[in-house]
């Protein structure tokens, strides 16, 4: 198996720089929309053989050096008694909403049996890949904002309303999705994921303050209990002004977006491993600017102790699958 991400996941520099992209599998891809047309999103992740192949899809058309098993964060909901909906205009939906205290008696302990499906892709695909497969959950933080709102959000007022009405009651509900979270995680691990990735998209709405109270030790717990199992990434967005705290998450890897500079991260990160952190449109421009971009970015990512080159959240959907392969190649090929 290829070895270069995981020897970056811990914290050596291997020949290259190894390479993967957030929503590597997806709409932009001709070979993913073929297979889209047939089935809605929710099928592709919940039968196994569909949704191993379009998880190899970009390993074998890119060349990246790990793949991310094809699944969304909103799945472990459903063995929580949760519903879940991906229509295809208004994005995913998850009802019933839990907004207060008294609502918190809808939720059922996690019964991972009726989320097998998940497990059995993974077992297909330790078979087929020769990179590492990355698995992955949502934050509990971020998974709350879901099952608070009901939807993507933008301003968050029901999960602020909940937090800053009723702490004792949101902290059992962070309790809740931790301890389904960690049994998701581990599940994954002993199915074969070689790390595991914690998508934290919303962790940058909250106040340093908050951060500390209502998220922090919810991760760290995770981290704690997965650590001797397999390197785990936390990714977060929009949290330059958190990075103190998320050096005392003790992850394996940060994953950055674009809206931090990776020396400054470097330094308060105290030169972990860092995985990142291209603004996804960049490559939607002019090729010379693309890799302009890309050559800073490795080179100023040396400071930190082993580079994942990554983009700073999901592949656009207009992105060329053309530029996608040239960012691969010419990343491979860079030496400082
Ligand atoms: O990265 C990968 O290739 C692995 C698969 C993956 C998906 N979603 C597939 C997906 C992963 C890791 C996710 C994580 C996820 N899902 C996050 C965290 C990361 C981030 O993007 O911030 C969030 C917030 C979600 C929730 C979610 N799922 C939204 C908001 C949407 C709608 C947006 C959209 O692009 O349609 C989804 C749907 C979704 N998840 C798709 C895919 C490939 C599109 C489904 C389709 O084909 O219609």
């Not at 992955?136 to 709102?149: G, R």
């Not at 908050?210 to 785990?232: A, R, T």
């Not at 994942?308 to 030496?335: A, M, P, Q, W, Y």
Request: aromatic share 12%; glycine share 4%; net charge neutral.
């Amino acid at each position: 198996m290829k070895d270069a991400f995981l020897q970056a996941c811990r914290g050596i520099r291997p020949t290259y720089t190894p390479v993967w992209f957030m929503r590597q599998a997806g709409r932009y891809m001709p070979e993913y929309q073929k297979i889209r047309q047939k089935y809605d999103f929710l099928t592709m992740c919940k039968t196994p053989e569909i949704a191993a192949e379009v998880t190899m899809q970009p390993v074998k058309i890119l060349n990246v050096d790990a793949a991310i098993l094809f699944s969304d964060i909103l799945i472990p909901l459903e063995a929580m008694g949760f519903k879940i909906e991906f229509a295809d205009s208004s994005g995913p939906k998850v009802s019933p909403t839990v907004r207060t205290g008294s609502d918190l008696k809808n939720l059922r302990p996690v019964e991972l049996p009726i989320i097998n499906f998940v497990f059995e892709t993974i077992k297909i695909l330790t078979k087929e890949l020769d990179v590492p497969l990355i698995g992955f959950s949502a934050s509990p933080f971020t998974l709350a904002t879901y099952v608070i709102e009901g939807r993507s959000s933008k301003e968050f007022i029901n999960t602020k309303r909940f937090i800053f009405s009723e702490p004792e009651s949101f902290h059992n509900l962070m309790e809740i999705l931790t301890d389904a979270t960690i049994q998701y995680l581990i599940e994954q691990a002993k199915a074969g994921v070689h790390a595991i990735q914690i998508f934290d998209t919303w962790a940058g709405i909250l106040s340093p303050y908050d951060y500390e109270v209502f998220c922090k030790p919810y991760v760290k717990k995770i981290v704690e209990k997965l650590k001797s199992y397999v390197p785990v990434i936390y990714f977060c967005s929009n949290t330059s002004g958190l990075l103190h705290h998320i050096k005392d998450l003790e992850v394996d890897v940060v994953s950055l977006d674009w809206r931090s500079d990776i020396r400054d991260a470097c330094l308060t990160l105290n030169f972990q491993p860092l995985q990142g952190n291209l603004d996804p449109l960049v490559l939607l421009g002019r090729e010379n600017e693309i890799f302009k971009r890309i050559k800073n970015l490795l080179i100023q990512a040396q400071c930190a102790k082993s580079h994942i080159f990554n983009l700073g959240h999901g592949v656009n959907i207009n992105t060329s699958v053309d530029v996608l392969k040239k960012v691969v190649d010419f990343i491979h090929e860079f030496r400082f």
